[in-house]
């Protein structure tokens, strides 16, 4: 599958409109932020990102071994710090079904293997144009 780019646009204000495939998004900044709290923050946004792809990665990992998965919750949070990197995110996995020790284990270990986490933890070298 090729890559399409994502577009993030905004005029006034923080609201920003960001195009993905044929999807649109609407992200914003809190009220107490300066924004109209019209959506999610790039932040819980990041957080989303993780905490998805961490879901489908198990899922998709359940599936192709057949074990009895009924359902995958990531819960994902980041400690309160001043604004700045984030030194650190933190996931809850809870995984529904009767799964023996070793499946749980297994899916434990896949769930660190989602491209979005791998990205995060490898770092990332980001290029700008203007």
């Known amino acids: 599958m090729a890559h399409s780019p994502i577009i993030a646009e905004t ?7 960001v195009t ?3 999807h649109a998004l609407t992200i914003d900044e809190p009220v107490e932020l300066g924004g109209g709290d019209a959506g ?4 819980e946004l990041l ?3 993780l905490a998805s792809c961490t879901t489908i990665t198990v899922r998709m990992y359940a599936d192709r071994k057949g074990y009895p998965l009924r359902s995958v919750r990531v ?6 710090a001043p604004p700045g990197p984030i030194p650190e995110l933190s996931l809850q996995l809870t995984l529904e079904g009767e799964l023996d020790d070793e ?5 434990i270990e896949i769930a660190h293997r989602c491209p979005v986490h791998r990205t995060l ?3 990332c070298r ?5």
């Open 121 to 123: 933890a490898a770092g």
């Open 103 to 107: 499946q749980r284990r297994r899916l």
């Open 11 to 17: 005029g006034p204000g923080f609201r920003t409109a």
């Open 20 to 22: 993905v495939r044929n």
């Open 126 to 130: 980001i290029t700008m144009t203007a």
């Open 47 to 49: 957080l989303a990102s």
């Open 40 to 43: 999610a923050t790039p932040v």
């Open 75 to 80: 819960t994902a949070t980041r400690p309160e």
